[in-house]
């Protein structure tokens, strides 16, 4: 029975029902060439036992020219991959032109076989049927617009690879060919192209489904060898490998193709462009990606630009080859990338050197500086110097910078470069060898698998090395920068230390232990001292300055430790009795008389930062190095005088220079330091600073009144009233009752009659004996006169243990914040205090009188502020204070001279004469104490420490948790 077809209203589908073998006659014959392909969307509802689509030139059907979508009966026509199954709607591509061409087509076919007893089973749709011609394929071939002519496009290689039902499917545009399924295909170039060293093949890759290789070729004949470059893939060809594309990436390829595969004398060129999709799983038609934008094109490879003594030097990247050639792998090239001519980079193992266009001379101050960056980590990594390009023997002039192996004949430097790491490498290239060398070496060992490893090499300096100039005496040596290993087996990251430009200052980085050699050896005596400047930024475990007989650290200590945290196993180096310098602290000056150390002849001086955990920590500056022997004080016999306005280290030293440059005084020099050493008989600048720290705090003591007396109380009353108790604290104003007026009256008459003229003791009460902060503070929750007192700050909590002897508890703490109310605690206002590092400051030694106006006259008399938190003191050093958002701040400022006078006989003698002393707001005491810091009255790191105890607004929650976790506990 003739079943017909079913044509949709749209014209656009066609339905078989049943067993129908149907011929439709085009319109006019048509001719299929390479480039013809059907495209169609087919649907099965019921699936028999053939259903397929034919071209043919009649309707003697033989099946030669049908194409099988779907159907349970095996016969031996062209099958579709995948086939449809019962549900489905698949879309197919068939490059027909690759089964058969000709003319004369003029029928399309539909079939669906039902030979069963029951012929009207079977169900499926053909729709958006479609035949036409490839557009052919546009690649650039020395920049001009070249069309490759699908239709001529041939199976490549081994033919029996290629599996013709999957066409090269070319956009309309032209500039993209998909690929889908196994393909081993050809595409004649309409002239033969000359691969030369500088020809390049650029493209984009896109890779949707990868499957067991994706390559690009360019061959002289079909079957030609497989000059192809692999961008994908699960299998390993030994082929010419670029680095992988991954499933979803579109990557641009800008391939060296004349360094892969040039063309040899005598031949006429490459003749096609091929692509090679192989698969060969049962699933043949999986596999997914697309080129686009091909070009081929004759570059300039860019120069690698390095710095040889300030000077730029370009390389010529054309004259890289295989340096010791049975570890390279030619096809793995140093590049150098347009826009980036400081940078090489290196992919899979590499042995390659260039040429110097003249030759480096190293001597033992030349230093190596590069950043190296590992995006895949290697065997080796490594640069090198050679005198020839005569094959190494040896890697003894190779700098292994990174890697996975030890390699025991290269010099190794630490840190290493890591995977993922950018890492600077600073080298002391003449600690290794010297000589003169005409190529550099770049290398890249992996012989486990030769294309992994990826890594650059940047910012390439060749320099000298400034010398570093240290006073002896009087006389600047300018020690050569040749830096030599001390206590070698230590010193592991092969940092270098950094002389300045000026040669006055020498910066350490991680863990390092060099010395340099005097020029002139240098003899420690019992009146030799050692001078320097010391910043800290990152701290290591030590660092310390050595002099030293040898290269060899040990016994007799010869290292003294000027900063760093270690403070056991510190074996030979000298550190008590040392003031240390720590992190934030900036600059710290040191007058060291070395007598109490050691004595001797000195070849070298070193320099030790180490840091065993860690060797790429630490960050430390020695300058203004100076070694002298004391001299007799030109100053001791004299008589002299002098005034500041403040008596403070700094003033003092000043006005002991302008006594020495005095003529009449006689003294050679007018270095302070170097004159109070021998004034002094010091040992070292700790001590000089404290006796002139006690000359000037002595100018304050006979006119200064004690804080208790000047109450009329003694220091029990104080403390309690500290601590937020007394009656001062606890009776309220009411008429006929209490009046804080009456009972406190001395507070007004020693405000009156002393605070703006006279000193006033710090009181000896424990709320104030452990200011190490230099701030103090007062925090009320109550007011004598008012129901409500002003409320202008939040508490959020008091860790007990550091006010025991208020509180009379050995642990615990008080949450006054809960997280949900800004004012869970009550009101509070708190007011504070600070003052500067050096007790000569105003006020620093007037801080009784500032203590007296904010916690006696502004806070009780004034404002009527009385009573503390739960468990905390009302006033105290911040340290013992409970932690809150903020505070008021008062300063105390003084018109004020000291004169300091010094008889041989009556040594010296200070006095202070207070014209004023003024009180002023100076806003919040946080951002009070950043003046302190910003003035060098106090350091960064005990403002950061502040932050701890003044938190600030909006960040009780936050401090909370964070002590809540010192504890075990979450706050939530």
């Known amino acids: 029975m003739a079943r017909p077809l079913t044509v949709s209203a749209d014209g656009l589908a066609v339905t078989l029902e049943g067993n129908t073998h149907r011929a439709l006659e085009l319109p006019e014959s048509i001719e299929l060439t390479r480039a013809t392909q059907i495209d169609f969307d087919f649907t099965l509802e019921d699936m028999e036992e053939v259903q397929a689509i034919c071209l043919d030139k009649d309707r003697n059907m033989d099946g030669k020219n049908c194409f099988i979508a779907s159907g349970h009966q095996n016969i031996n026509w062209k099958k579709l991959s995948p086939q449809t199954a019962v549900g489905e709607t698949r879309h197919y591509k068939i490059p027909v032109g690759m089964y058969f061409t000709g003319t004369g087509y003029k029928y399309l076919i539909f079939m669906q076989d039902n030979d069963s007893s029951n012929r009207d089973t079977g169900k499926s749709t053909f729709a958006n049927v479609e035949i036409g011609e490839a557009p052919d394929l546009l690649v650039k071939v020395n920049g001009k617009d070249t069309f490759l002519p699908m239709r001529e496009q041939v199976a490549a290689f081994d033919s029996g690879q290629d599996s013709t039902a999957y066409p090269l499917a070319v956009s309309p545009d032209g500039l993209s060919v998909r690929l889908e399924g196994n393909i ?22 896109t890779l949707v489904e990868v499957k067991d290789i994706h390559s690009i070729c360019l061959i002289e004949t079909p079957s030609s060898n497989r000059n192809c470059v692999i961008l994908a893939g699960t299998q390993d060809w030994e082929r010419f490998n670029v680095d992988y594309t991954q499933v979803g990436e579109t990557r641009h390829y800008s391939v060296p193709v004349g360094l892969f595969f040039p063309t040899a004398a005598g031949s006429a060129g490459v003749q096609y462009l091929a692509f090679l999709h192989d698969n060969d799983t049962s699933q043949r038609w999986r596999g997914d990606s697309t080129y686009s934008n091909i ?5 300039t490879r860019p120069a690698l630009t390095i710095k040889v003594n300030d000077v ?4 010529d990247m054309a004259t890289q080859w295989s340096h010791m050639a049975t570890q390279d792998t030619k096809v793995h090239l140093l590049e150098v990338l347009p826009g980036d001519d400081r940078s090489v980079h290196l992919s899979g193992n590499v042995h390659k050197s260039v040429d110097l266009p003249s030759p480096i001379v190293v001597t033992e101050a030349t230093e190596l500086d590069l950043d190296i960056t590992v995006d895949e980590i290697a065997e080796a990594h490594s640069i090198c110097l050679e005198d020839s390009k005569a094959q190494a023997q040896s890697h003894s002039r190779c700098i292994l910078l990174g890697g996975t192996q030890r390699l025991s004949s290269w010099i190794t430097i630490n840190p290493k470069a890591l995977e993922g790491e950018t890492t600077h490498a600073h080298i002391a290239i003449g600690m290794y060898y010297t000589g003169t060398f005409d190529q550099i070496v770049f290398m890249q060992d992996q012989d486990a698998n030769r294309d992994a490893g990826r890594s650059k090499f940047s910012n390439i300096e060749f320099r000298e090395r400034p010398s570093l100039n240290v006073n002896v005496n009087g006389i600047v040596q300018s020690l050569p920068n040749y830096q030599k290993l001390y206590n070698s087996d230590q010193d592991k990251n092969g940092d270098l230390m950094e002389v300045s430009d000026d040669g006055m200052s020498l910066t350490m980085y991680g863990n390092s232990q060099k010395a340099l050699a005097f020029n002139d050896p240098v003899m420690v005596t019992e009146d030799t001292v050692l001078s320097f400047r010391l910043q800290v930024d990152v701290a290591p475990e030590i660092t310390s300055l050595c002099l030293d007989e040898d290269l060899v650290r040990g ?39 070395l007598r109490d150390f050691y004595e001797g002849e000195m070849n070298y001086i070193g320099f030790l930062q180490d840091n065993d955990a860690d060797e790429d920590v630490g960050l430390s500056t020695f300058s203004d190095i100076k070694i002298y022997d004391v001299q007799p004080s030109c100053l001791e016999d004299k008589s002299f005088s002098f005034s500041m306005t403040e008596c403070t280290l700094d003033a003092f030293l000043g006005e002991v220079e302008t006594v020495m440059g005095n003529p009449a005084n006689g003294c050679s020099n007018t270095d ?22 006690n000359i000037c705090s002595s100018a304050y003591v006979p006119s200064t009144l004690p804080f208790n007396q000047m109450l009329g109380e003694e220091d029990q009353f104080l403390g309690e009233f500290f601590d937020g108790g007394s009656s001062w604290n606890y009776e309220v104003d009411e008429a006929g009752g209490p009046d804080l007026s009456a009972d406190a009256a001395r507070i007004m008459t020693a405000s009156e009659q002393f605070d703006g003229k006279r000193g006033i003791s710090w009181p000896n009460v424990h709320n104030f004996k452990r200011c190490e902060l230099r701030a103090a503070m007062c925090c009320y929750v109550s007011n004598r006169a008012v129901a409500t007192p002003v409320d202008g700050s939040e508490a959020c909590y008091m860790d007990f243990k550091n006010a025991r002897e208020t509180n009379h508890v050995r642990d615990g703490y008080s949450i006054y914040y809960d997280g949900t109310s800004a004012r869970e605690e009550g009101p509070l206002s708190c007011s504070g205090f600070a003052w500067g590092d050096d007790a000569g400051y105003a006020d620093a030694a007037l801080r009784g009188n500032t203590l007296f106006h904010v916690a006696m006259k502004t806070g009780l008399l004034d404002g009527g502020d009385v009573e503390q938190l739960p468990g905390a003191p009302m006033c105290g050093c911040v340290e013992q204070m409970p932690v809150v958002t903020r505070a008021d701040c008062t300063k105390t400022v003084a018109v004020q001279t000291v004169k300091v006078t010094y008889d041989p006989v009556t040594r010296f003698f200070a006095e202070v004469d207070i ?4 009180h002023e707001d100076c806003g919040d005491l946080a951002t009070y104490y950043d003046e302190l810091v910003t003035d060098g009255k106090a350091l960064a790191r005990e403002k950061v420490l502040l932050e701890e105890h003044l938190v600030g607004e909006g960040q009780c929650g936050a401090a909370i948790a964070g002590f809540l976790g010192t504890k075990g506990f979450v706050f939530a």
């Not at 070009?295 to 570059?299: N, T």
């Not at 730029?312 to 390389?315: H, L, M, P």
């Not at 014209?915 to 003024?918: N, V």
Request: contains cysteine; proline residues 4%.
């Open 184 to 205: 081993h295909r050809a595409v004649p170039l309409p002239a033969p192209v000359v691969i030369t060293r500088n020809t390049n093949l650029d493209f984009d890759f």
């Open 295 to 299: 070009a081929l094109s004759k570059v």
């Open 312 to 315: 730029d030097v370009a390389i």
């Open 555 to 593: 016994e007799p200590a010869r290292c003294i430790m000027a900063g760093g945290f270690q403070r056991t196993g510190l074996g030979s180096i000298i550190y008590k009795g040392i003031e240390q310098t720590y992190v934030g602290e900036g600059e710290n000056l040191y007058h060291l008389r």
């Open 672 to 693: 302070a330091w170097a004159e109070l050493m021998s004034f002094f008989d010091a040992s070292s600048d700790v001590e000089i600073e404290e006796r002139i720290g």
């Open 915 to 918: 014209t004023s002393i003024a």
